[in-house]
C-alpha cells in the first residue's frame, strides 16, 4: 500500500451553468512527481485551486485527505501553513523588490521589531544556493529574467517548509536551458523529499520527469497513468486528452470552397509589453470563399495574437508581413480601416472585449457600423430597432424585446447579439475567436449553424477554438500553432485529435527567434 | 386612480423630478411664497446657469470616464485674457466672445492631448491644469480685478428684450414658453406614433397625458413668472445660453454617433475600440468640448459680475461634478445624461437659494448639501443592488416615453458603485 500524501476523492465544484469538476479524484504517492494533464478547461486549474484552498472548503464538494487526515482549507494561507505551496504560472513576485525582498515578504526576520537586513541577505543566499539560484540578493526581480523569477518563487516555497509543491505550467515562458533547470530542480526536491504535483502542456518533459501522470477530460479523472511501470509516451496520453467520441454536435452541412481571397503572409508581431518577444513567427495562412478555416494551439501558443493583430493591429506591435484579400496588399493600420476592408472578429472574451454590459440589444447589434442606420451623424432610432429586430429573429436571440439589457442575457445569447453585431457589417471575413466558450450545447449548435450559412454564402470564416471536437466538426482545415509560429495545416479529412495534439505540442520544428 | 399608476410603471421614475419640485414646494412654504416669485426666480438662472453650463460638459467627461478639475481655473483664465483684451486692444463684445471660444479650445486640445493620445489620467492632467490655469489668471490679470464693458455684460445679466404691442407681458419669453409647451406636445405626439409603428413598448395614454400635462403646466407657470417680472427683467439671457446648450448637448449625446461613440468608450472601451470606435479621438473631443463650456461659463460669470478677478471660479469643479452625480452618473463611467446633470445642478441650486432665503449661513448650507449629495447617490446604489437601474435612468426613460420595465441585476460588479 502505497503512502499517499494526498487524496482527493469525489471533488465536484460547479459554476453557473457550467460543472468545472465532476467527481474528481487524485491520489499523489509522497515523494513523487505527479504531472496532471488535460486540454484547456479540464478542469487543472480548478482542482488546484481546490486543493490550495483559493477555492475554499464548503463551495465545492467531495474531500480532501492530506498527511492522512482530512482537511477544510478556507484559504491559500491555511493551505500553506499546511506545507502546501502552489506557483501559478503568473508570478506573484514584486518586480520593484529585491529577491531577499520578495522572499521574506510577509516574514521579514526582525530584531527588535526592525527589519535584520543583514541576517536576511544571508539566509536570502541560502535559500537561493538551495535551488541553484545564482544572482545578487539585492537585486530587483525585475532585472532577473522570468527563469530566475521561476526559481526565486520556489525558493519562497522552500522557505516555507513547503511538502507539497504545486507548479503550474512552470516551463511555458521559460527557454530550453531554463526548463531544463528547473525540471532538474523539481527532480532533487523530490529526493529531498518533496512531493510534486506540475500541470503543464508540454508533455515530452511530463512523460520524462513524471512519476505518474493524472489526465483530467471535460472536468473528469480519466486516469492515472504509473509512468515507472512503462509503456506511456506521448501518443498515449494524448490519447487519453482527447479520447472523447464525437457525436451529432453539428448541422449537416456540405461546404462549397471558392477560390483563395484572404491570405496571411509571413506574419510577425511583437509582444506589446515585451518587445523582444515574437507572439506570431511569420505565420502563413490562407481562406477560400466559403471556407471555415480552424486555428488551434494550446493557451498562449498565439492564436488570438494572431488574429487580433490582422484585425487592424488590435493587439501587439507590428513588425513584418503583408494581407492580401481579393489579390490586392491590405494595410490595416486601425480597427475601423479592417471593418471598412471587411473584416471582422468575435472576441474571444465576451464580457470584457465584445460588448458594453451597459447597452441592449439594439444599440449593440448596431454598435459595428452607426453610420448605416445615420443621416448627417444622427443615428435613425426607427431603424436602428428594425435592424435588431431582423438580427433577433434572424438568430432566434431569445430575449423579451431588443430593449433587454444585454447583461441580463444568457452567455448564448449574448453571443448571438455580438454576432448580429458583426453580421450587420456584412464582413467578408468573420474571425471568431472561442465563439462558443460558456455557452450551453444547444446554443452551440445554433451558432454552428449560423457560422455555417455564413461559409455557404460565400464569406471567409475563420475559428479559433481550444476545443478540438468544434474545430474538427466545424471546419474544413485546420492550422496548428505552437509558440506563435503556425506548426502545420490538416485538411479536414486527414485531421483527427491526436494528430492536432501532436501537431500543437511540437515545439522542436519552431524555428528558433532571436529572443 | 392612483398616482403609481398615473405616472406610468413606476412612480419612481420621476424621483429626481418630484424631489426637485418637493424642494420648491417645501422653500415656497418654509419663505412664506419668497421662492416663486419672478425675481427669485430669474436670479436662480442667472446665478447658477454658469454652473450648468459646466455641468453639461462634465456629464459627457464624465460618462467617457474621465473627470475635469480644471473648469473653475479656465474659465478664470479665459475670463481675464478677454477682459484685458476688450479693454486693451478695443475688441467688440463679440470678438471677445470668439476670442474666449477659441483660446477654451486651444486650452482644451492641450488637455485633450495629454488625456487621450499621452495617456495621462485625467485626474492628473486637470489636476495640473487647475494650477496652470488660475496661475495664468493671476499673471496675466496681476491678481487684480479688470472690468468688461456694457455690451459684454448683457452675456451675463441681459434679458430678452421688450418688443411688439404692449401686453402687460414680456412678448419674446411668452413666444419662447409657448414654443416650448409646442415642442413638448410634438415630441409626446411623434414618440407616440413612433412606438406604436415600431410596436416598441409605451406607458398607457393616460399617464403619457398626465405626464405632458404636468410638463406642460410647469412650463406655463415659469413662463408666467419670467414673463412677469420687475420692468426691464424677462427671460435672462444666460438662461438662454443654457437652454440652447442643453438642447443642443441632450441631441449630441443621444442622438448622434459621436454621442453613442461617448457611451460606448465610458462604457467598455476594449469593446468599444474593437468595435471600430476611435476611443482617443472621442476622449480629445471630450476633454476639449469640456473646456470650450468653461470658456463659456467663465465669460457669463464675467458679464453677470461686470469684471473678470483672480478668484473667479473657485470650486466650480465640485459643483458641476456634483450636478453630474446627483444627475445620476456613473463614477467608472457609462452611464449619465446632460437632462439629469442639469435636474442635479437645479436641485443643488434650488436647495442653495432656499436655504439662503430661510436665512441659513453658508456654513451650514454647505453641511446640508454634501448630505443631499451623498443621501442622493447612495438612495441610487442601493436601489442599483436591489438590482433595480438607477433612478435618473427610469427618469429619462420615462421621459422618453418608454416605461421603465422592472429590469434584473445587471451582472457586473461595477454597477454597485453606480450612481
Known amino acids: 500500500m502505497p503512502d499517499h500524501i494526498l487524496e482527493m476523492v469525489g471533488i465536484t465544484k460547479k459554476f453557473p451553468g457550467v460543472t468545472a469538476l465532476d467527481d474528481v479524484s487524485l491520489s499523489v504517492v509522497r515523494g513523487e512527481i505527479h504531472a496532471i494533464c488535460g486540454e484547456n478547461g479540464a478542469g487543472k486549474s480548478t482542482l488546484m485551486k481546490v486543493l490550495s484552498g483559493v477555492i475554499p472548503h464548503g463551495i465545492y464538494t467531495g474531500e480532501i485527505r492530506y498527511e492522512g487526515a482530512e482537511v477544510h482549507f478556507r484559504d491559500i494561507r491555511s493551505s500553506e501553513r499546511a506545507g502546501i505551496v502552489i506557483i501559478h504560472q503568473e508570478l506573484a513576485l514584486i518586480p520593484e523588490l529585491s529577491i531577499t525582498e520578495n522572499l521574506f515578504l510577509g516574514n521579514e526576520p526582525t530584531r527588535f521589531g526592525v527589519i535584520d537586513w543583514a541576517e536576511a541577505h544571508r539566509r536570502a543566499a541560502e535559500l537561493m544556493a538551495s535551488v541553484g539560484l545564482q544572482a545578487d540578493p539585492r537585486a530587483a526581480i525585475k532585472d532577473i529574467g522570468v527563469g530566475r523569477q521561476q526559481l526565486v518563487e520556489i525558493a519562497k516555497a522552500v522557505n516555507k517548509n513547503v511538502r507539497l509543491l504545486i507548479l503550474d505550467e512552470p516551463t511555458a515562458a521559460l527557454n530550453e536551458t531554463d526548463s531544463a533547470h528547473l525540471l532538474s530542480l523539481v527532480s532533487s526536491l523530490r529526493d529531498r523529499g518533496v512531493t510534486c504535483i506540475m500541470i503543464s502542456h508540454k508533455l515530452n518533459e511530463l512523460v520524462e520527469i513524471a512519476d505518474s501522470i493524472t489526465i483530467l477530460r471535460d472536468g473528469m479523472t480519466v486516469e492515472t497513468l504509473d509512468v515507472a511501470e512503462g509503456d506511456v509516451d506521448q501518443d498515449r496520453v494524448i490519447r487519453g486528452m482527447v479520447g472523447r467520441k464525437l457525436d451529432s454536435r453539428f448541422p449537416p452541412y456540405e461546404p462549397s470552397l471558392g477560390e483563395t481571397f484572404f491570405e496571411i503572409r509571413d506574419w510577425t508581431v511583437r509582444h506589446p509589453q515585451v518587445p523582444e518577444r515574437l507572439v506570431c513567427k511569420g505565420s502563413n495562412l490562407v481562406v477560400r470563399r466559403g471556407e471555415i478555416v480552424g486555428i488551434a494551439g494550446l493557451m498562449g501558443a498565439g492564436r488570438t495574437e494572431l488574429v487580433r493583430s490582422v484585425f487592424g493591429r488590435s493587439y501587439g506591435v507590428y513588425e513584418s508581413g503583408t494581407l492580401i484579400k481579393d489579390g490586392k496588399e491590405i494595410v490595416l493600420h486601425s480597427v475601423p480601416e479592417a471593418i471598412a476592408h471587411g473584416l471582422a472578429y468575435v472576441t474571444e472574451d465576451r464580457k470584457t472585449l465584445g460588448f458594453n454590459a451597459l447597452d441592449d440589444i439594439k444599440r449593440t447589434t448596431v454598435s459595428a457600423d452607426l453610420p448605416r442606420i445615420s443621416r448627417h451623424s444622427v443615428v435613425d432610432r426607427a431603424k436602428e430597432i428594425e435592424v435588431a429586430e431582423k438580427y433577433r429573429t434572424a438568430l432566434r436571440t431569445k430575449a423579451p424585446s431588443v430593449h433587454t439589457g444585454v447583461a441580463q442575457l444568457s452567455g448564448g445569447n449574448q453571443q448571438k447579439v455580438v454576432l448580429s453585431k458583426w453580421l450587420f457589417t456584412e464582413p467578408d471575413l468573420l474571425i471568431l475567436d472561442e465563439p462558443t466558450r460558456g455557452i450551453d450545447v444547444g446554443a452551440k449548435y445554433e451558432i454552428y449553424g449560423i457560422i455555417q450559412q455564413l461559409a455557404a454564402s460565400g464569406k471567409g470564416v475563420i475559428v479559433v477554438s481550444s476545443e478540438l471536437p468544434e474545430l474538427l466538426g466545424l471546419s474544413d482545415r485546420i492550422y496548428t500553432i505552437c509558440e506563435g509560429a503556425v506548426t502545420g495545416v490538416l485538411d479536414k479529412a486527414e485531421a483527427d485529435q491526436e494528430r492536432l495534439m501532436r501537431l500543437m505540442t511540437t515545439t522542436s520544428t519552431t524555428t528558433e527567434v532571436d529572443a | ?419
Open chain 2, 1 to 419: 386612480m392612483s398616482l403609481k399608476g398615473m405616472l406610468g410603471a413606476n412612480a419612481r421614475q420621476f424621483g429626481m423630478i418630484f424631489a426637485l419640485i418637493a424642494l420648491i414646494i417645501f422653500f415656497q412654504w418654509q419663505t412664506g411664497g419668497l421662492t416663486l416669485t419672478p425675481d427669485n426666480v430669474i436670479n436662480l438662472f442667472n446665478g447658477n446657469s454658469y454652473i450648468l453650463i459646466l455641468a453639461i460638459g462634465m456629464v459627457l467627461v464624465i460618462i467617457a470616464g474621465h473627470i475635469d478639475l480644471s473648469v473653475g481655473s479656465i474659465a478664470a483664465a479665459v475670463g481675464i485674457v478677454v477682459a484685458i483684451a476688450m479693454r486693451d486692444w478695443g475688441l467688440s463684445w463679440w470678438a471677445g466672445v470668439l476670442l474666449g471660444l477659441v483660446l477654451g479650445a486651444v486650452i482644451g486640445a492641450w488637455q485633450g492631448f495629454w488625456v487621450a493620445y499621452m495617456g495621462i489620467p485625467a485626474f492628473i492632467v486637470t489636476l495640473a491644469g487647475m494650477l496652470i490655469f488660475r496661475g495664468i489668471n493671476q499673471t496675466v490679470g496681476a491678481s487684480n480685478t479688470v472690468p468688461v464693458p456694457r455690451d459684454f455684460q448683457y452675456l451675463g445679466a441681459g434679458y430678452l428684450p421688450e418688443i411688439g404691442p404692449d401686453t402687460g407681458y414680456n412678448n419674446l419669453t411668452v413666444l419662447l414658453g409657448l414654443i416650448a409647451v409646442a415642442f413638448v406636445g410634438y415630441r409626446a405626439i411623434s414618440t407616440r406614433r413612433r412606438n406604436v409603428r415600431l410596436g416598441s413598448p409605451q406607458a398607457p395614454l393616460s399617464a403619457e397625458l398626465a405626464r405632458n400635462g404636468l410638463l406642460i403646466a410647469a412650463l406655463l407657470y415659469a413662463t408666467w413668472l419670467f414673463a412677469t417680472g420687475r420692468p426691464g427683467t424677462s427671460f435672462p439671457i444666460p438662461g438662454l445660453i443654457l437652454l440652447a446648450m442643453v438642447l443642443l448637448f441632450g441631441f449630441l449625446s443621444s442622438r448622434t454617433v459621436v454621442g453613442r461613440h461617448v457611451y460606448a468608450v465610458g462604457g467598455n472601451r476594449h469593446a468599444a475600440e474593437l468595435s471600430g470606435v476611435r476611443s482617443k479621438r472621442v476622449n480629445f473631443l471630450v476633454m476639449m468640448n469640456m473646456s470650450v463650456l468653461a470658456a463659456l461659463a467663465g465669460m457669463i460669470f464675467v458679464g453677470r459680475a461686470t469684471s473678470s478677478g483672480p478668484f473667479d471660479g473657485v470650486g466650480w469643479e465640485l459643483d458641476a461634478i456634483a450636478a453630474v452625480f446627483i444627475g445620476g452618473a456613473a463614477v467608472t463611467g457609462g452611464v449619465g445624461t446632460v437632462t439629469g446633470a442639469v435636474i442635479g445642478g437645479l436641485v443643488m441650486a434650488v436647495l442653495n437659494n432656499g436655504l439662503q432665503l430661510m436665512g441659513i449661513g453658508a456654513d451650514l448650507t454647505q453641511v446640508i448639501k454634501g448630505l443631499v449629495l451623498l443621501a442622493a447617490v447612495a438612495f441610487d446604489v442601493f436601489n442599483k443592488m436591489q438590482g433595480r437601474p438607477s433612478m435618473i435612468g427610469l427618469i429619462m426613460k420615462g421621459l422618453r416615453g418608454t416605461p421603465a420595465e422592472p429590469e434584473k441585476k445587471p451582472d457586473r460588479e461595477s454597477n454597485l458603485t453606480t450612481v
